[in-house]
Structures are given as structure tokens and as C-alpha cells.
T-cell receptor, first 111, second 111 residues
Framework: DAKTTQPTSMDCAEGRAANLPCNHS???????VYWYRQIHSQGPQYIIH???NNETNEMASLIITEDRKSSTLILPHATLRDTAVYYC????????????FGIGTKLQVIP | SQTIHQWPATLVQPVGSPLSLECTVE??????LYWYRQAAGRGLQLLFY??????ISSEVPQNLSASRPQDRQFILSSKKLLLSDSGFYLC??????????FGPGTRLLVL
């Protein structure tokens, strides 16, 4: 799996958009970008994933650069419940795929 | 819909005692199953994965073992716990090539 680089921590004001960056410069053509988050003492929660195109669901939007070397997870209106560690990972498709989680970005939403 | 269960939620065990953590998945057939460990303040480390009944692959040599006696049951075991086995243990499932979804986790403290 390609490695990812994320900032260790970020703050965001409640109600504002939270933009979490991720670098994955060694991503290969068949690898997806996945985002998970982990609220304290809980299992990681899947948020969104994408290959080339931007994606949006009820939780967030994922913006992937044209060269696919970086991406941004956007939480459009952050709430206090969005305070968590956010993990950006890349993985291939088909069969068993090992996933490597780094230390992620600690997002603190501030009232 | 699919759900994943883990128990117990919390466990305190003395050094040298045995361990058995259980994970079950509902609502899907022939899932890929995974055991991860997360040490305090660190990322997730993949311990074992299974693509079918009785099929176990180990990612790192350690004091633990895994078994898959039934299609949707995954068990993590140890004959003799070490202090270093303390951590947050997470089970996950995926369809072949699909997104991994995590359980609520078991927090293990070895004293």
C-alpha cells in the first residue's frame, strides 16, 4: 500500500467547514483513497472513498487532485461530535487488501 | 444491513493468563475478517486476516493466534498474556475487495 502523510492535529470552529488534507504522492493507478475517523475509545468509522473523481455523501466530501497525489476531506459544517482522529489511507482493489493506518489527524472542533 | 459485534468490551487480565476475544458478523456471507491492535496514541496494526473458514494469515509474529471456526466468527487467542499485549483490539470485516468496517473494539489491560 502507498503511504500517506497527514498533519498531526487541526482545530476547526463549530459550524465552519473542516478541511483535512492528505498527501499520497506514491499512489498507484488502481489504488483508492479512503477516509475513516475514530472517536475516542470507539472503532474506526468509514467515511468515504474515491478513485479519481470527487465524491460526496451524507457525511463528507472528498476532493482528489487531478494528479491524485493528494486529497482533502471536507466536513461542511463541523459539529462538536466531529471531534475525532481522521485517517487517510490508500488501498488497491480485488481480493484481500492489507490496509495500513498511520496516526491520522486529530481534529478538535471548538465551540 | 451488516453488523459486527465484539466482546467483551473491556477486559483486565493478569500476566500469564489465557485470552479469548470473539468477533461475529451478521448480515453477510463469506466475509474477509481482520484483527487489528491499537496501542495507546498509535495507529492500527494488522495482526491477522482470514478469507475463509480455517484460513488464517498472520501479519506479525507475536504471542497471539487467531481462528475462524465458522464463516462469520473470528477469535483472537493467547495461551499466556504478556504486559505488551495490552491495547485496543479491533475486528473488521469486508467483502472481497470492499471497504473494511470495524467493530466497537475490546480494550485489554494486562496487569
Amino acid at each position: 500500500d502507498a503511504k500517506t502523510t497527514q498533519p498531526t492535529s487541526m482545530d476547526c470552529a463549530e459550524g465552519r467547514a473542516a478541511n483535512l488534507p492528505c498527501n499520497h504522492s506514491t499512489i498507484s493507478g488502481n489504488e483508492y483513497v479512503y477516509w475513516y475517523r475514530q472517536i475516542h475509545s470507539q472503532g474506526p468509522q468509514y467515511i468515504i472513498h474515491g478513485l479519481k473523481n470527487n465524491e460526496t455523501n451524507e457525511m463528507a466530501s472528498l476532493i482528489i487532485t487531478e494528479d491524485r497525489k493528494s486529497s482533502t476531506l471536507i466536513l461542511p459544517h463541523a459539529t462538536l461530535r466531529d471531534t475525532a482522529v481522521y485517517y487517510c489511507i490508500v488501498r488497491g482493489v480485488g481480493g484481500y487488501q492489507k490496509v495500513t493506518f498511520g496516526i491520522g489527524t486529530k481534529l478538535q472542533v471548538i465551540p | 444491513s451488516q453488523t459486527i459485534h465484539q466482546w467483551p468490551a473491556t477486559l483486565v487480565q493478569p500476566v500469564g493468563s489465557p485470552l479469548s476475544l470473539e468477533c461475529t458478523v451478521e448480515g453477510t456471507s463469506n466475509p474477509n475478517l481482520y484483527w487489528y491492535r491499537q496501542a495507546a496514541g498509535r495507529g492500527l496494526q494488522l495482526l491477522f486476516y482470514s478469507v475463509g473458514i480455517g484460513q488464517i494469515s498472520s501479519e506479525v509474529p507475536q504471542n497471539l493466534s487467531a481462528s475462524r471456526p465458522q464463516d462469520r466468527q473470528f477469535i483472537l487467542s493467547s495461551k499466556k498474556l504478556l504486559l505488551s499485549d495490552s491495547g485496543f483490539y479491533l475486528c473488521a470485516w469486508s467483502s472481497t475487495g470492499g471497504t473494511q468496517y470495524f467493530g466497537p473494539g475490546t480494550r485489554l489491560l494486562v496487569l
